[in-house]
Each structure stands twice: as C-alpha cells, then as structure tokens.
C-alpha cells in the first residue's frame, strides 16, 4: 500500500526557533513536494524535488529551505521561524518526472509558531 | 503563476441533492487534475482529465473537462454524507492547486 509519513501530526514551535519537518514514502518515487495550506488560498507549492540532491523552488520558498539526502526522504527546514509560517504543510509524492502522474500525500503537520 | 479559481468556495447541502463545482483558469491548460481531501487528510486524486470536451464518470461524480480547456467542472449526483470534503482542481503541469470548495451533506 501506498505510504508517505510525516514526523509530526501537531508542532508548536517558539519564534526564531529553527524548525524540521521530515517525510518518508516507501514508493520509490522520483518526484517529491512540499506544500503549506492555508484556508481560502489552497495549497502552495514551497519546494519539488525530482532526484536525490536536487531541489527547485516552488512559488512561495522564501523563508525555506530543503534537503534530499536519500530517494525516499525530504526534509523541509525553516531556519528561524516566524508567526506567519503557522500553516499546515503537506509533504506528496509522484513516480513521474513529466506527464500525467499522482501525487500521494501524507497527512500534513500543522505547526504553530508563537 | 496559472491562476486556478474555483466556484463556489462553501457548499452546504442536504443528503441527496445533487451539485456541480467549478474550476477556471485564467488561460489554456494541457490538462487538470481533480482531488478530494478529507479532514485530518492529504488529498486524493479522483480523476485526470486531458482532452478537451473529455467527460469522465466515477460513480456519482462526472468530469468534464472545457471544449476551450479553460475550465473544469464536477457534478455530484445524490450526494451523501460521505462526499463531505475539500474538493480541489490541480495543474500539474504548473504544480498548482486552486483554493478549493468546501463542501458539507448533511445527513
């Protein structure tokens, strides 16, 4: 069965703190996403990934940064956190580079930041 | 950015009643995506439309996907309880999610 985990389902974090929210999925896939969700604007694309060490930025990347060390894991990393990253953030996952594909989600950590 | 906007954002109905959502782009796109998502949940994909005027059927919901490929709309037949959710259009192509219908049935 298809399965992407996040580390945390809830994360309260104080501002300035740098903050990890880690994902795992055991498809192999390619192609890995992290997106925050906010009510009324959908989900927003902050960082894809589509190979081992390779990062590109989506549409709202300021104030984040990535890491892909292995196929299966991506991390997403806020170096000091502020008040309005308090969001939910999901982390997906996708087998193909280009074309029709799925993105397999997890079930998203919402973090508050105070 | 393509901008997806989606019509209407709240829907609250009762069980049975059948309703139709509704997603448009500013301009032409290849193909979309529509997903459900489910409270405490990540999304799911229901359906992948890519052919302009495409119609396709899952159960109680038909897609279709616009002859001009701007728009995209899902029509739920005799809703039930079970298709309460967040209800989103997707780009793949551009990675983009529209804001979503939250929709309600009521029991």
């Known amino acids: 069965d298809v399965k992407v985990t996040q580390s945390s389902r809830y994360l309260v974090k104080r501002t300035g703190e740098k903050v990890f929210l880690e994902c795992v999925q055991d498809m192999d896939h390619e192609n890995m996403f992290w997106y925050r969700q906010d009510p009324g604007l959908g989900l927003r694309l902050i960082y894809f990934s589509y190979d081992v060490k390779m990062k590109e930025k989506g549409d709202i990347p300021e104030g984040y940064s990535v890491s892909r060390e292995k196929k299966e894991r991506f991390s997403l990393i806020l170096e000091s956190a502020s008040t309005n990253q308090t969001s939910m953030y999901l982390c997906?996952?996708?087998?193909?580079?280009?074309?029709?594909?799925?993105?397999?989600f997890g079930p998203g950590t919402r973090l508050t930041v105070l | 950015t393509q901008l997806l906007e989606q019509s209407p954002q709240f829907l609250s109905i009762q069980e049975g009643e059948n309703l139709t959502v509704y997603c448009n782009s500013s301009s032409v796109f290849s193909s979309l995506q529509w997903y459900r998502q489910e409270p405490g949940e990540g999304p799911v994909l229901l359906v992948t439309v890519v052919t302009g005027g495409e119609v396709k059927k899952l159960k109680r919901l038909t897609f279709q996907f616009g002859d001009a490929r701007k728009d995209s709309s899902l029509h739920i037949t005799a809703a039930q309880p079970g298709d309460t959710g967040l209800y989103l259009c997707?780009?793949?192509?551009?990675?983009?999610f529209g804001s979503g219908t939250k929709l309600n049935v009521k029991p």
């Open positions: 997906a996952s996708s087998f193909f580079r280009t074309g029709v594909d799925e993105q397999f």
């Open positions: 997707y780009n793949f192509n551009k990675f983009y």
